[in-house]
């Protein structure tokens, strides 16, 4: 499944996230989560798991920072400093 066109057709705000309200601001970090799963699990996304993982960054689990401080790039770091 492609994690970009997934995460861009939920286009809804996050009202109260520290990873972006307006969905411009979340996606990117949406996409790096999946991205990281995907390099550390080397299992493909379904929309059931692309579903959980847009929810947590939405909902501002803590779990999101955590994965991009910890497992991320640089790039994928630098975009909670955005």
Request: with cysteine.
């Amino acid at each position: 499944m492609n994690v970009r066109e997934y995460v861009e057709r939920d286009c809804g705000d996050a009202p109260g996230s520290r990873y972006g309200v307006k969905a411009r601001d979340w996606q990117p970090i949406a996409i790096a989560l999946a991205n990281i799963m995907l390099r550390e699990t080397g299992e493909p996304h379904t929309e059931e798991s692309l579903d959980h993982l847009v929810g947590l960054v939405v909902n501002d689990h803590d779990d999101v920072a955590y994965t991009l401080e910890t497992y991320g790039t640089d790039a994928e770091r630098e975009l909670l400093e955005a």
